[in-house]
């Protein structure tokens, strides 16, 4: 890592941060009542660390209820008695199985939307004069919000069927399954009143024939007390999955409880002012901003997904703290409730989450955008080659891959256009000096961000123009390379941590470590999800089809 970001690397950490069947696996054999020491927990060790995306080139049967089963390739599930497999379809999960792959009636022609324009409504109803307009249906539970490259859609059924039938996002059903295994982990490790510990996970409850049990495992991998941001990094991946408590309760598996109760636990810690805070004791002010940073854009995905009136105005609450706590000239955020000179770990995720509001169609006032790209400009080195993002100056932003790639995503969100040349030539540095090692250690605080860049330059099915091959072919070898690690060395569950089972271990990651499995889980989740949890930003304008 770079050395500037030295003590308060290991705080940035911690806030970070964008489906289909769900494996629930119970107890083994000759466990604990509670899935430790069950053979029948283990999933076929050789078979699932061999996966290649490259040479396992088949389709899912997105009809076949049982995922991977269509496959006798593949490793088997657990089958014990309380073994649940989902029997739902991809086709109808949320929305009309008919309807369009991607954004309806998107045309927006290789630019990055920037912010909407002044006067957009925070609720739903028509965007004069704006990026796309106002979707979405509260009775149907389409998610609405921005009709704009990188919001939200891509989580709607129907389009992520499609995304993934044929490998078009660059997902498929071993990827699938892996999200499936992941949220069932997160299922099973939510504390009584609704949060999600990162020191104290391994207390929990599980239910039993709908009611609540207390329960204990021996999951390893917990690290300091937080549970803001624990909750949050919980709530993130089912939300980037498209589950809500509208839709998780299907006749095989339920996480209707699990989401909802975790929505209510940050409702109930925000404060008057719109931040989230637990109190007490165990909370500092050093955490204050990335606590609330990443409660927000959980919030403000569920105001799209979810848009209840509660949501949605804690959301918008949260949203109006976050501005206010932008320092004026800087244009940037860092610890503590008041502003001061931001530095670009912090900086990122207060970004993104202003436009994981403004995505879901709330207010966010432009000039916080305005303020945000001085301070981007301040943290910026380039030459006629490379482009790099330093701390909290320019200073040490030579080969500092985490934050250039930080700095790289934010500036696409706020406009720069696909050909920007600062943008590619920083794209190229990162594809062709920190392609991850699928050999090597994870470095997920990295790579979850440095994904999404080459995603949305690359990423879009729709997309055959030879302008933008590099990008298509950049993002296809980065994708195989992260496929395959994060499908490889998710838990398996070997005894004798049977109930380990669907999530990662943070062990040998720099920063990851310091945040813990839950942490850990949630951004190998959302990385395996990019395919549609926000769609490409650079999509090719309908008329270009």
């Keep these: ?31 604990d009542g509670n899935g430790e020491g069950g053979a029948a927990a283990v999933l076929a060790e050789d078979d699932v660390k061999n996966y290649d995306s490259d040479t396992d080139k088949s389709q899912a049967d997105l009809t076949n209820p049982f995922l991977g089963q269509n ?33 309806p009636n998107g045309d927006l022609d290789r630019t990055a939307i920037v912010t909407p324009p002044v006067g957009m409504p925070n609720v739903l109803g028509n965007n004069p004069g704006g990026l796309g307009g106002m979707i979405g249906d509260i009775a149907s539970g389409q998610p609405f919000g921005l009709d704009v490259g990188g919001g939200f859609l891509g989580r709607s059924a129907s389009t992520r069927a499609r995304l993934n039938a044929a ?72 939300l980037g999955a498209g589950y809500t408590p509208d839709n998780a309760k299907q006749e095989m598996f339920d996480y209707t409880k699990q989401i909802l109760k975790g929505l209510e636990y940050l409702r109930r810690v925000q404060k008057e002012d719109g931040r989230f805070a637990e109190g007490g004791a165990q909370e500092t002010e050093q955490y204050a901003i990335y606590n609330h940073a990443i409660a927000t854009i959980c919030m403000s995905e569920a105001a799209s ?21 932008q320092e004026p ?3 940037g955020w860092r ?28 207010h966010v006032d432009p000039k916080v955008f305005d303020k945000a790209r001085r301070f981007f400009d301040s943290v910026e080195a380039h030459s006629s080659t490379e482009t790099f993002y330093g701390y909290t100056d320019n200073s040490n932003a030579l080969d500092n891959h985490t934050l250039t790639a930080v700095g790289l995503l934010c ?42 860049v080459m995603h949305h330059m690359g990423g879009d099915p729709d997309d055959n123009s030879p302008e933008t091959k590099e990008f298509r072919d950049g993002w296809k070898e980065w994708n195989k390379v992260m496929q395959n690690m994060l499908v490889n060395k998710q ?44 769609l490409p930003l650079y999509r090719v304008a309908k008329s270009d089809k």
Aim: net charge neutral; glycine share 12%.
């Design 335 to 362: 610890y503590g409730t008041k502003p001061m000179p931001g530095d670009t770990s912090v900086v990122g995720w207060c970004v993104m989450a202003l436009q994981s509001g403004r995505l879901a169609g709330l």
């Design 1 to 31: 890592m770079i050395p500037a970001m030295g003590v308060s690397a290991s705080l940035h950490i911690l806030m970070i941060v964008g489906f289909a069947l769900v494996l629930l696996v119970g107890p083994g054999k000759g466990g």
């Design 167 to 238: 490998e078009r996002g660059g997902g498929n059903e071993k990827t699938e399954a892996a999200v499936a295994r992941g949220l069932m982990w997160f299922s099973k490790h939510q504390s009584r009143d609704g949060h999600w510990a990162m020191d104290d996970f391994q207390n929990h409850i599980e239910y039993e024939n709908g009611k609540e049990a207390q329960k204990t495992c021996n999951c390893e991998g917990g690290t300091i007390h937080d549970n803001i941001a624990g909750t949050a990094f919980a709530l993130l991946p089912f």
């Design 71 to 103: 496959r006798p390739d593949l490793p088997p599930f657990p089958t014990n008695d309380s073994t649940r497999i989902s029997d739902q379809t991809v086709d109808n999960l949320l929305t009309n199985p008919k309807e369009e792959t991607g954004v």
């Design 329 to 331: 000239q800087n244009g």
């Design 411 to 452: 500036r696409m969100y706020m406009g720069w256009k696909h050909n920007e040349r600062k943008l590619v030539n920083g794209w190229r540095w990162l594809k062709n000096n920190r392609m991850p090692d699928p050999s090597g250690a994870f470095d997920m605080y990295f790579q979850y961000y440095a994904t999404q």
């Design 305 to 325: 997904l979810y848009p209840k009136d509660w949501v949605r105005k804690s959301a918008q609450a949260a949203l109006d703290y976050l501005a206010k706590g």
């Design 491 to 534: 838990d398996i569950g070997r005894n004798p941590h049977g109930h380990q089972l669907g999530s990662w271990s943070p062990s040998g990651d720099q920063w990851c470590n310091i945040g813990g499995r839950v942490m850990m889980t949630s951004l190998c989740l959302l990385t395996l999800e990019v395919y549609y949890r926000h």
